[in-house]
């Protein structure tokens, strides 16, 4: 059965000592709700190490916001798979809209990020999603359907049971256009099917 995730992206915002206190400040807010579903946050690189040094894992899980999909080398300002290990990082969220858009990042490279985290033993969150323009040109599904096939190229069917798949509805983010809980999951039933298209039913539930 499939538990119910919420992952906080925290983008660019919040300096490491920020960071400490905000996550002190939730870790005390959960013992008090005893949420079901698991719950992560996911700081920006520089107040990784200070939020993994105090994080409750029966509380919270720790993710990042990027990666790079070499173990080492000479990739001046990247982060290793084999470093967001170390930190005891549980997620990696991989191919967001704005990497997408603002880096010009390829599926290509967001296949390869997928299969070297599970390479490492950690949990990807893939993010896919269409734009306004795309929505409106009514193509939305399509976009959804080629950047699944295109990022999930290198996985095998067991690797896939442990991808969380992230509907990112690009054109809701800023825009005032709220993504309605139907448009969503219209999308999600979407991505499911596509799922047992490529693999089969079983992994797609």
């Known amino acids: 059965m499939r538990k119910g995730i919420i992952a906080g ?3 660019m915002y919040m300096t490491h000592t920020e960071a400490e206190a905000f996550v002190k400040e939730l870790q005390n807010r959960l013992m008090e709700i005893k ?10 690189f520089t107040a990784l190490y200070n939020v993994s040094t105090i994080i409750d894992k029966r509380l919270l899980k720790l993710g990042a916001q990027n990666v790079f999909y070499e173990k080492e080398g000479a990739y001046t300002g990247e982060i290793s798979p084999k470093m967001l ?10 191919g967001h809209s704005e990497r997408r858009r603002y ?17 490492e033993g950690m949990t990807p969150i893939l993010c896919i999603g269409e734009t306004l323009e795309q929505r409106e040109k009514g193509v939305h599904k ?11 190229a290198y996985l095998s069917g067991d690797e896939v049971k442990s991808v969380v798949i992230a509907y990112e509805p690009v054109w809701a983010i800023g825009t005032g256009k709220p993504c309605s809980p ?24």
């Open 85 to 94: 290990k170390a930190l005891n990082c549980d997620y990696v969220v991989i």
């Open 142 to 152: 399509q976009v959804v359907e080629s950047q699944l096939i295109s990022d999930l």
């Open 103 to 119: 880096f010009s990042e390829s599926d290509e490279m967001i296949a390869r990020k997928l299969k070297a985290v599970l390479g």
């Open 182 to 205: 139907k448009d969503a999951a219209d999308v999600a039933l979407f991505i499911r099917n596509v799922v047992a298209q490529l693999y089969n039913r079983k992994l797609a539930k």
């Open 35 to 44: 949420t079901p579903y698991e719950v992560a946050v996911i700081p920006p």
């Open 9 to 11: 992206n925290w983008k």
